[in-house]
């Protein structure tokens, strides 16, 4: 089955370390994006790439630090400049070809720093 | 700058009982509109979206949304909800020059009771 996997499901670290988080599609999408996800507030963009070896900060890139060398991964990483890292991830992508318009989502890594 | 709100945060119905939940957004251009709904467990996936043509959509498991341009809303409907219908729904935007980046709403939190 084609979809989108985001590992772990569950990340605790401590305060001052970075963590990457893993996303991965094998949809063959274009796009891909994160987001950050926090109780009464929605989904906020975090960084965003169209392609391979290319992306785009979204609306609260600040403390996060991305890569795309590759059409099916999209990493995460958080780093201890986030002053607020404790939040839900979700990762996303879409296709140019079939339904341009449509985000498909991962099944989110809640992280937890302490 | 886009913005999206939802007015109502947290709705308990019945079964059998009509939903409506607000969805306003604000922009002056031409927009593109989403609702997604997100069950316990489970990702985040699309319910129904507005691109152009007739603003009435409808989308999956019986829900409706009306696109009414003039009041810049996009409210989800459904005539009779069901105790599977609980989860939480987001309104979302893009605009239709900028579909990388969708703004969401804060959500709102539905339970439904049989």
């Known amino acids: 089955d084609g979809g989108i996997t985001q590992s772990p499901k569950y990340l605790f670290r401590k305060e001052g370390q970075n963590v990457t988080l893993s996303c991965e599609q094998n949809?063959?999408?274009?796009?891909m994006y994160w987001y950050r996800q926090d109780p009464g507030q929605g989904l906020r963009l975090i960084y965003y790439?169209?392609?391979?070896?290319?992306?785009q900060k979204g609306d609260i890139a600040e403390g996060y630090s991305v890569s795309r060398e590759k059409k099916e991964s999209f990493p995460l990483t958080v780093t201890s400049a986030q002053k607020n890292p404790t939040a839900f991830y979700l990762c996303?992508?879409?296709?140019?070809?079939?339904?341009?318009?449509?985000?498909?989502f991962g099944p989110g890594t809640r992280l937890t720093v302490t | 700058a886009q913005s999206v709100s939802q007015h109502n945060h947290h709705v308990i119905l019945s079964e059998a009982a009509s939903l409506e939940l607000g969805c306003n957004y604000s922009?002056?251009?031409?927009?593109?509109l989403f609702w997604y709904v997100q069950y316990p467990g489970q990702h985040l996936q699309l319910l129904l979206k507005?691109?152009?043509?007739?603003?009435l959509v409808k989308g999956i498991k019986g829900f409706e949304a009306e696109f009414i341009k003039s009041k810049f809303s996009f409210n989800l409907r459904k005539p009779s909800v069901q105790w599977s219908d609980t989860a939480e729904y987001f309104c979302?935007?893009?605009?239709?020059?900028?579909?990388?980046?969708?703004?969401f709403g804060t959500g709102t939190r539905l339970q439904v009771f049989p």
């Open positions: 996303a992508s879409r296709t140019w070809d079939r339904d341009p318009y449509e985000q498909y």
């Open positions: 949809l063959n999408h274009d796009a």
């Open positions: 790439s169209q392609i391979v070896n290319d992306f």
């Open positions: 922009y002056g251009g031409t927009v593109n």
């Open positions: 507005y691109f152009s043509g007739d603003p």
């Open positions: 979302a935007v893009n605009a239709a020059l900028d579909t990388d980046k969708l703004i």
